[in-house]
C-alpha cells in the first residue's frame, strides 16, 4: 500500500509502512576503527548522496549509528533511514538557519533552540546545564543537529567520532546518542508499536512522528524530500 507525495520528486508512490524501510544496506565496516570510523562509509554514502540529496557526512554518521545499534543491541534493529528521517525535520541535516556542516561532521556555527519557556507551544523546563550546552542559564534550549534538551544529552550524549569530545553539534555523536535513545525508548523499532512508542518518546507528537515517517520513508526509496 503506497501514499502519494507530490512535493517529492513531483509525484512520487511512497511506501506507508509503519515502520518505515531500512533503504539500502549498509557495507560491512569496523565500527571500532579510531578516529572518525564513519568515514569508512564513504563510498556509500557519496553513492546515496546523489540520490536523496542529504551530505554525505551526514550519511556516514547515520550508517555508523546504525552501524553500531547492529551490534550493541540487535534486537533494536534501528535504520540509518529512521535517523535521517529525524535529522531531516530537526536541522534539515546540520544546515538550519545557515549552519553548515563540515567535513569532520561539526555543525557551525552552533544549532541552539527557542527557550522552553512555555510560549508558542513550547514546555517549560528551566535551566539544567548552567548555559554550558545552549548559552542559556534561565531556560533550556534544544542543541544541535538532534535537537537534544541538555540534561537528556547529559544522560545519552556519546563520543561517536573519537575525538574524546561528547558534542551535540557533532552528527556522528548526535546521530549515535539519538539511536541509543530510541533504542531504548522503543525496544524493537522493526515493529510498529515499537517504532511508534521510540518516536513518541523523542517527540510526544502524532504529527511529527507521521512527517519522520514520511521522510524516513522517502529516503528508503532513494528519493529526494
Known amino acids: 500500500m503506497t501514499v502519494l507525495l507530490g512535493g517529492c520528486g513531483g509525484g512520487v508512490d511512497i511506501p506507508d509502512d509503519m515502520p518505515p524501510g531500512p533503504g539500502v544496506p549498509l557495507p560491512a565496516i569496523n565500527i571500532d576503527a579510531p578516529g ?21 557526512v551526514a550519511l556516514e554518521a547515520y550508517g555508523y549509528a546504525a552501524a553500531v545499534m547492529a551490534r550493541a543491541e ?36 552552533a544549532i541552539i533552540g527557542v527557550p522552553l519557556d512555555g510560549t508558542k507551544g ?31 544529552w547529559k544522560r545519552w550524549g556519546v563520543d561517536a567520532n573519537g575525538d574524546g569530545n561528547i558534542d551535540p553539534q557533532s552528527i556522528d555523536d548526535a546521530a549515535l546518542t539519538a539511536a541509543r535513545y530510541l533504542c531504548a525508548r522503543g525496544g524493537n523499532l522493526t515493529s510498529p508499536d515499537g517504532w511508534q512508542r521510540a518516536l513518541l518518546a523523542y517527540n510526544q507528537s502524532n ?4 512527517v519522520v515517517r514520511d521522510r524516513a520513508a522517502i529516503y528508503s526509496i532513494g528519493q529526494r524530500v
Request: overall charge negative; glycine content about 10%; some cysteine.
Open 207 to 210: 504529527k511529527y512522528m507521521h
Open 74 to 109: 540487535p534486537e533494536c534493529g534501528i535504520a540509518w533511514t529512521t535517523i535521517a528521517g529525524i535529522a531531516s525535520v530537526e536541522s534539515a541535516h546540520g544546515t538550519h538557519r545557515g549552519a553548515n556542516l563540515n567535513s569532520d561532521g561539526t555543525v557551525r556555527p
Open 122 to 152: 513550547n514546555a517549560v523546563i528551566r535551566d539544567t546545564d548552567g548555559g554550558k550546552l545552549d548559552n542559556d542559564k534561565v531556560f533550556d534550549r534544544a542543541v544541535g543537529p538532534l535537537q537534544f534538551i541538555p540534561e537528556t
Open 36 to 56: 572518525r570510523a564513519a568515514t569508512q562509509l564513504s563510498d556509500w554514502a557519496d553513492q546515496q548522496s546523489e540520490e536523496v540529496g542529504v551530505d554525505p
